[in-house]
């Protein structure tokens, strides 16, 4: 079975401060993994995803086939990333159907 | 990109009611469209799959008879909830994915249902 773990339901840090989410799964395959993001009041949006290997709004994430890990990276955080993070799992063998983490609710603080 | 609208938005009915909550696909079609829940301050737990024209898959615990999926076309499908009861107040959110890229999903606004 595939499973996401994101093991931080609250990150808080300052603003310009480094920010790591962290993101663990399980799956004996090659799974597509991704990042979506939920700002307040809005619906849920792809943020990234692994196989494009793109930087969105200074967001970064490696896959680490070794650690089964997809940690979600930024240098310098900013107020307005302050949102719901999920990390996400999808599969052909699932029926491409997704596996979500419980997320992790960032708050930057000014 | 492809938009996926939910309506209504946020609905409050009265215990025993049946609500229907629409999702579309603007401006593509979508193949297989989910319907999730999303807890306050939780992660989105998957209801059901559905694919056009074929009955809707329901994950393990999700009662079929009481959240009723119809994916009639490739830009609408809905949920009804029946007999709705006040623990069935939540967030209802819709997802669909193209033919193009299966792992590609949008995401609606989200439905709020308040049962009294």
């Known amino acids: 079975a595939q499973r996401v773990t994101q093991p931080e339901k609250l990150l808080s840090v300052f603003k310009g401060a480094p920010v790591e989410l962290k993101c663990n799964y399980s799956y004996s395959g090659s799974p597509e993994l991704f990042w979506y993001v939920q700002y307040s009041r809005q619906r849920l949006q792809l943020l990234l995803r692994h196989i494009s290997r793109e930087s969105i709004k200074g967001f970064t994430a490696d896959l680490n086939k070794g650690e089964t890990s997809f940690h979600l990276k930024k240098p310098f955080a900013q107020e307005e990333d302050s949102a719901m993070y999920y990390c996400?799992?999808?599969?052909?063998?699932?029926?491409?159907?997704?596996?979500f983490g419980r997320g992790t609710s960032l708050i930057v603080h000014p | 990109g492809a938009v996926v609208s939910q309506h209504p938005s946020r609905v409050i009915c009265k215990s025993g009611t049946s609500v229907k909550i629409e999702c579309r696909s603007l401006?593509?079609?979508?193949?297989?469209m989910f319907w999730y829940r999303q807890f306050p301050k939780q992660s989105l737990m998957l209801m059901a799959t559905s694919n056009e024209g074929s009955k809707a898959t329901y994950e393990q615990g999700v009662e079929k008879d009481k959240f009723l999926i119809n994916h009639a076309s490739l830009t609408l499908s809905t949920l009804t909830v029946t007999s709705a009861h006040p623990e069935d107040s939540s967030f209802y959110i819709c997802?669909?994915?193209?033919?193009?890229?299966?792992?590609?999903?949008?995401f609606g606004p989200g439905t709020r249902l308040t049962v009294t």
């Open positions: 401006d593509f079609q979508a193949t297989t």
């Open positions: 996400a799992l999808s599969t052909p063998g699932g029926s491409y159907i997704p596996t």
């Open positions: 997802s669909a994915s193209g033919q193009g890229d299966p792992y590609e999903q949008y």
